[in-house]
Nanobody, 119 residues
Framework: QVQLVESGGGLVQAGGSLRLSCAASGRTFSNYVMAWSRQAPGKEREFVAHISWNGDLTHYSDSVKGRFTISRDNAKNTVYLQMNSLKPEDTAVYYC????????????WGKGTQVTVSS
C-alpha cells in the first residue's frame, strides 16, 4: 500500500501561483510513476501531469502546459506541482496519484486538496 497526502492548496487570485505537495509513505516511492489530476465542480476528473520514476520524463495536459511544472524528490518521497499564471478555470480539487502506468489507471490516490482561483 501507498498512502498519499496532498497539501498546499488554497485561495489565490488569477495570475498568482501555488505549489502543491504530495507526501508518500508505504512502499518504495521511486518505484512509481507519480501524477496529478483534478476535478472541477460538475466536471469529470482530468489528467494534469505525470512524471517518471526518476524524473526524466514529464507530460502535461494542453490546458496547463507552460504554466504548471511537476517535479519529484525521491529522497523526500514527495512530488510537487508548481502552478503559475493561475486562471479561474484551474479551480478544482487536485489529486495526487501513484502507479506503474504513465497514463493510468493509477493504483493509489490521495484525498485531494482544494485550489480556488478568483477572478
Amino acid at each position: 500500500q501507498v498512502q498519499l497526502v496532498e497539501s498546499g492548496g488554497g485561495l489565490v487570485q488569477a495570475g498568482g501561483s501555488l505549489r502543491l505537495s504530495c507526501a508518500a509513505s508505504g512502499r518504495t516511492f521511486s518505484n512509481y510513476v507519480m501524477a496529478w489530476s483534478r476535478q472541477a465542480p460538475g466536471k469529470e476528473r482530468e489528467f494534469v501531469a505525470h512524471i517518471s520514476w526518476n524524473g526524466d520524463l514529464t507530460h502535461y495536459s494542453d490546458s496547463v502546459k507552460g504554466r504548471f511544472t511537476i517535479s519529484r524528490d525521491n529522497a523526500k518521497n514527495t512530488v510537487y506541482l508548481q502552478m503559475n499564471s493561475l486562471k479561474p478555470e484551474d479551480t478544482a480539487v487536485y489529486y495526487c496519484n501513484a502507479g506503474f502506468r504513465a497514463w493510468g489507471p493509477y493504483d493509489y490516490w490521495g484525498k485531494g486538496t482544494q485550489v480556488t482561483v478568483s477572478s
